[in-house]
């Protein structure tokens, strides 16, 4: 049950309209998310804002949706997991990368380092070691793109927490949960 009811996408004015119509142009919709964090504009441009830093950053599409993907796992946010599963799809990922990711690898070791440390930056709140930023290091990883690790890790948590308390409706295809052994 929604908890933050979303902004009226089609009644919408003012700066929720202005950002509807920005999200709505690059992305063809409004997802809820969106239109739940719209109820504060100031909260949605955060989030747009950071994001949009971070897809010209230095890290790629698929990685950062690997960082999204094993961060909403983490996380237990359906939400984001359903939205990434699609949009890690749309960056090139394959069912099986999509499925590594939420559990805490990828086939190339470069991608695995970074989604293992994204994991481990969930995990233990950000306390990792001089071992785990070195094993980043020798997998090819410059300081500029270590910062931009732990920047898609602190965006998706944000997206995770709000998801969590605001409960928006899920406007993706939903995402199956992992299997348990």
Do not use: W
């Given at each position: 049950m929604t908890r933050i009811a979303p902004v009226d996408v089609k009644n919408a004015n003012g700066p929720a309209a202005e950002i509807f119509q920005g999200v709505k142009k690059k992305m063809g919709m409004v997802p809820?998310?969106?239109?739940?964090m719209a109820q504060s504009p100031a909260v949605?441009?955060?989030?747009?804002?950071?994001?949009?830093?971070?897809?010209?950053?230095?890290?790629?599409?698929?990685v950062r949706e690997r960082i999204a993907l094993v961060t909403g796992q983490?996380?237990?946010?359906?939400?984001?997991?359903?939205?990434?599963?699609?949009?890690?799809?749309?960056?090139?990922?394959?069912?099986?990368?999509?499925?590594?990711?939420?559990q805490g690898t990828a086939s190339e070791p470069k991608e695995a380092a970074a989604v293992q440390f994204a994991q481990k930056l969930v995990e233990q709140r950000g306390n990792v070691s001089d071992?785990?930023?070195?094993?980043?290091?020798?997998?090819?990883?410059?300081?500029?793109?270590?910062?931009?690790?732990?920047?898609n890790?602190?965006?998706?948590i944000f997206t995770n927490y709000f998801n969590?308390?605001?409960?928006?409706?899920?406007?993706?295809?939903?995402?199956?949960?992992?299997?348990?052994?």
């Amino acid at each position: 049950m929604t908890r933050i009811a979303p902004v009226d996408v089609k009644n919408a004015n003012g700066p929720a309209a202005e950002i509807f119509q920005g999200v709505k142009k690059k992305m063809g919709m409004v997802p809820n998310i969106i239109a739940t964090m719209a109820q504060s504009p100031a909260v949605a441009n955060a989030y747009l804002s950071f994001s949009g830093a971070l897809a010209g950053g230095a890290l790629p599409a698929p990685v950062r949706e690997r960082i999204a993907l094993v961060t909403g796992q983490a996380n237990e946010c359906g939400y984001c997991l359903s939205a990434h599963t699609l949009l890690g799809k749309g960056a090139g990922l394959s069912d099986e990368e999509v499925l590594r990711a939420r559990q805490g690898t990828a086939s190339e070791p470069k991608e695995a380092a970074a989604v293992q440390f994204a994991q481990k930056l969930v995990e233990q709140r950000g306390n990792v070691s001089d071992e785990d930023v070195q094993t980043l290091r020798d997998a090819g990883y410059d300081d500029g793109q270590i910062g931009e690790i732990v920047a898609n890790v602190a965006l998706n948590i944000f997206t995770n927490y709000f998801n969590h308390v605001a409960d928006p409706e899920i406007d993706f295809p939903v995402a199956p949960a992992l299997a348990t052994a």
